[in-house]
């Protein structure tokens, strides 16, 4: 077997914020032939997974398969929904924000962009003024990150929602939540979504390559009169087959066992506390980060991400110098500064198939890694983390 892993022994601790570690009752599901995917056992496999996903979208409404990375999901929500030149809101929590901005823009589209320092979640005030001042309703869309992968901020959808009724304006509502379902109290139908993007390697606790989209009734009419081309996206065909458990083209079969396990593993543990699971272990992290006497780069209280945490270096110390102390030293990778924020932060992904001791291993690892590396900090970081895990037990009141 291919082994670029120096490290003979143990177990490499894949700490970014996606992919996640796959559980091993998610491999071994995945260990199986691959079958006929028009033949009548795939499409008892295909209704299970396609009903299953709607519990972890809270939805009610069809949730749509693709064979695909995040990206993917992202360019399906355009496609399908909108035409040339149509102009959609979008706001610069991040760099993942600015891709789906790119996306948008080299589709055609005409975007207004709400610029942010990447520090902050989305300001529904903000978004309910454009709209409002858009009498002409020439905004088809609002696009927004839930959980921006790239600052560790989430943003408040409820309200974003909240601001669209008040302005009383008729744009689609789309929300890419590709590192918060299944780690993040997200609810498609009672936040009023009209577009849900989502990828598997993140929350979901999947390796990548599925990619989904949650679609209202009213996406699903815009889909009838949108005018941008489509076809490998188009949920039309995609959904005419599902209606039997099949898809138009071949789909990722053994991805979708291993969909059909983690979706069975989420409804054991009860969506309400995975979501408290992942609070907690962010709550742990931020104690550890204080401990250290280091600065998050989330500036907001009240939107700090329960699913990864970014880290600022010292000014005039290199993130990446310590990422890379850290994997050659404790087999460790933490997730990179990406855009703007290259070798200035460090993200800890605390998501997916994660316990106590894991947190406790992740910590251990950025305490060791910072005195390793010659990071100005204090020590002490890891103890804060687990003395809040040990006085607080799962389930008990943060
Ligand atoms: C990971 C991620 C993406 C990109 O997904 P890919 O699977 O890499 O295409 C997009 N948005 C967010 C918020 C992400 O976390």
């Known amino acids: 077997m291919l082994s670029l892993n120096s490290h003979p022994s143990g177990r490499h601790f894949l700490q970014i914020p996606g992919p996640t570690n796959v559980p091993d009752r998610v491999l071994r599901a995945i260990d199986q032939p691959t079958i006929d995917h028009r033949g009548p056992e795939f499409g008892a496999l295909g209704r299970a997974v396609l009903e299953g996903a709607k519990h972890v979208f809270q939805t009610q409404a069809p949730v749509v398969i693709f064979p695909s990375s995040g990206t993917g999901a992202w360019e399906a929500a355009l496609v399908n929904t909108l035409s040339p030149g149509d102009r959609v809101l979008m706001v610069e929590t991040g760099h993942f924000a600015s891709l789906w901005k790119k996306l948008a823009g080299r589709l ?48 408040n959808i409820a309200a974003v929602r909240a601001a669209i009724d008040r302005a009383a304006h008729p744009a689609l509502l789309m929300v890419d939540t590709i590192s918060s379902l299944g780690s993040i109290d997200y609810r498609h139908d009672e936040w009023g979504v009209d577009v849900t993007v989502a990828g598997s390697q993140k929350g979901l606790m999947l390796p990548p390559g599925l990619a989904f989209n949650a679609v209202s009734a009213r996406a699903l009419a815009a889909a009838d009169t949108a005018k941008l081309p489509r076809s490998y996206w188009d949920w039309r065909e995609m959904l005419t087959a599902n209606a039997k458990g099949y898809f138009p083209y071949t789909p990722s079969t053994n991805l979708l066992y291993g969909l059909h396990e983690a979706l069975a593993m989420l409804q054991a543990e009860g969506l309400p506390r995975v979501f408290a699971r992942h609070e907690r272990h962010a709550r742990a992290t931020r104690l550890a980060v204080a401990g250290w006497g280091l600065e998050l780069l989330s500036l907001d209280a009240s939107a700090h991400s329960p699913a990864l945490t970014a880290v600022l270096l010292p000014e005039g110390h290199s993130a990446d110098a310590l990422r890379k102390v850290i994997l050659d030293r404790f087999d460790m990778s933490l997730g990179q500064g990406l855009g703007k924020l290259t070798d200035r ?45 040990a006085r607080t037990p799962e389930g008990a009141a943060a």
């Open 108 to 155: 055609g589209l005409d975007v207004d962009y709400i610029e942010g320092d990447w520090r902050h979640p989305v300001d529904a005030a903000v978004i309910g003024a454009r709209l409002a001042e858009d009498t002409q309703h020439r905004i088809k869309a609002v696009c927004v990150v839930h959980n921006e992968t790239s600052t560790g901020v989430t943003s």
């Open 345 to 389: 932060i460090f993200r800890i992904g605390h998501l997916g198939h994660f316990n106590d001791l894991t947190l406790c291993g992740t910590l251990a690892g950025v305490e060791m890694g910072l005195a390793a590396a010659g990071v100005p900090h204090r020590t002490g970081g890891l103890q804060a983390a687990m003395e809040f895990l």
